[in-house]
C-alpha cells in the first residue's frame, strides 16, 4: 500500500518545453488534488478532480491542464513551461464527508 | 488574498515544554479545520482535524483548539519533542462547496533538545 505517489522527483525544463506529472493513488480516493508550494505561499490549488471523469479549476489553474485518466490516476500537465511555474508540486487524494487528504512526497520542478 | 493566516513563520521551544501553534481565518464559511505537518523533501502528512461543531479535539500529544466568534485555532503539541521538528500548515474548508482545502503559508517549529 504506497499511498499516493507522484513521478518524476525531481525535473528541469527550459522555457516553452512540456511535460506532464504523474500522480496515482491506491487509496481508493474518489477525489484528487494538484498543488503547488511556494515559498512565503503555503499550498495553492491548482485543479481538482471530485470524482472519476471531472475536473475542476482550483486558485492558480492558468498554465496548466489536468486529465483523470480513472480512480487512481490524474496528471497534470505543462503545455509551454515558463519560470513562474518553478515550484513544488503536490498531489493528494481524499474522500468522504471531510476534506482529510492525503499527500504525495512531491514533484520539485524547475523551469530555466 | 489570503483566508487562512499563520503569522508566525517560526517558533522554537525547549523539549518537553508545550508548543503553541496559531491560525486565523477569514472566511465564516469555513467549517472543517486540519493541521498538517510537513519534513523536508516530503508531503504534508495529516495530523488532527476539528469540525465547527466542536470546540476542541485531542489525539495523544496534539490538541487543536477552535474559536469561532475569534475565527481562530491553534494546535497544541504537549510535551514536545525533537521529531516535532517541521514545518506546520493549517487548512481549512467548507465541506458544503467544493472540496477545497485552503492553506496558510506555514510555522516552522524547532524544538531544541
Known amino acids: 500500500n504506497a499511498g499516493v505517489t507522484q513521478t518524476p522527483k525531481f525535473q528541469v525544463l527550459k522555457t516553452g518545453q512540456s511535460m506532464t506529472l504523474q500522480c496515482a493513488q491506491d487509496?481508493?480516493?474518489?477525489?484528487m488534488y494538484w498543488y503547488r508550494q511556494d515559498p512565503g505561499m503555503g499550498l495553492r490549488l491548482i485543479y481538482y478532480?471530485?470524482?472519476?471523469?471531472?475536473?475542476d479549476k482550483g486558485e492558480v489553474p492558468n498554465g496548466y491542464n489536468v486529465s483523470r485518466l480513472n480512480k487512481r490516476e490524474f496528471s497534470l500537465r505543462l503545455e509551454s513551461a515558463a519560470p513562474s511555474q518553478t515550484s513544488v508540486y503536490f498531489c493528494?487524494?481524499?474522500?468522504?464527508?471531510?476534506?482529510?487528504?492525503?499527500f504525495g512526497p512531491g514533484t520539485r520542478l524547475t523551469v530555466l | 488574498d489570503q483566508q487562512v493566516k499563520q503569522n508566525s513563520p517560526s517558533l522554537s521551544v525547549q523539549e518537553g515544554r508545550i508548543s503553541i501553534l496559531n491560525c486565523d481565518y477569514t472566511?465564516?464559511?469555513?467549517?472543517?479545520f486540519l493541521w498538517y505537518k510537513k519534513y523536508p523533501a516530503e508531503g504534508p502528512t495529516f495530523l488532527i482535524s476539528?469540525?465547527?461543531?466542536?470546540d476542541k479535539n485531542e489525539d495523544g500529544r496534539f490538541t487543536v483548539f477552535l474559536n469561532k466568534s475569534a475565527k481562530h485555532l491553534s494546535l497544541h503539541i504537549v510535551p514536545s519533542q525533537p521529531g516535532d521538528s517541521a514545518v506546520y500548515f493549517c487548512?481549512?474548508?467548507?465541506?458544503?462547496?467544493?472540496?477545497?482545502?485552503?492553506f496558510g503559508t506555514g510555522t516552522r517549529l524547532t524544538v531544541i533538545p
Open positions: 493528494a487524494g481524499g474522500q468522504g464527508e471531510t476534506d482529510t487528504q492525503y
Open positions: 487509496m481508493n480516493h474518489n477525489s
Open positions: 478532480s471530485a470524482s472519476e471523469g471531472t475536473t
Open positions: 472566511n465564516s464559511m469555513f467549517d472543517y
Open positions: 476539528i469540525s465547527s461543531i466542536k
Open positions: 487548512a481549512a474548508s467548507a465541506l458544503t462547496g467544493a472540496n477545497n482545502l485552503f
